[in-house]
């Protein structure tokens, strides 16, 4: 699949540059086996403030939540659900650094992706990455990948404090702030809602078709290796 005068590629995470699989049988059970442990973290700001944001949209939900163990409670519901909650997420993101940290966990990133960051970054391209992991949890994956640090080929992480991402909107704010025009941009995903929006916006887009997926958008492709971009 061929792109033209593209100066920027933005990539999802989750079934794009990463299979759906270590997400939901790796990363999300390691977080609700150890959930209860953010008790002891209540000191963090990071964690002191999310608990606060928990309780606040639990309010606006029509839920109250009295205690820490509330709070708990309400995130493993939250997280049973996938549901794409700021505090939710930034929460898994303290607990699984942990892991990487520890080397329990490896982030898993397709084979084909490294060759394609390399060939981009050799062209002068930047990339950056949108997902709904909190910023945090993007730069673990990269990070304490499989493959090694690959933080290095990332110049910005978007997650859903910037929007979420089936709104065309999202899109038009994360263009304004890279200085970059939309139709510059590029951006990947397995998702044909979030393709939608970003089109909307201007963008360039490509569906990444992985194991599990089936094709849902015009432009689509099964690895980084058929994406080829001309400047």
Known sequence: MNFSKVKYVLT?????????????????????????????????????????????????EGIELQTNADIIEQLKLWSAEDRKITPLKTLQGVMWRKGYESGEIKGHVYPDVVPKLIEWTKKDLQIGVFSSGSVEAQKLIFGFSEQGDLTPYFSNYFD???????????????????????????????????????????????????EKNTVSWPTHVSSFNEISIEL
């Open 12 to 60: 999802d995470i989750e079934g794009t540059t990463t299979s759906v699989d270590f997400v939901y049988q790796i990363l999300f059970p390691y977080f609700t086996e150890r959930i209860d442990q953010l008790k002891l973290l209540i000191e963090s700001a990071t964690v002191k403030n999310s608990f606060l944001e928990v309780i606040e949209i639990a309010k606006e």
């Open 160 to 210: 859903t404090k910037t929007g979420h991402k089936r709104e065309a909107n999202t899109y038009s704010l994360i263009a304004e702030e890279l200085n970059i025009s939309a139709n510059q941009i590029l951006f990947l995903s397995d998702i044909k809602e979030e393709l939608e929006a970003a089109a909307k916006a201007g963008f360039q887009t490509c569906q990444l078709v992985r």
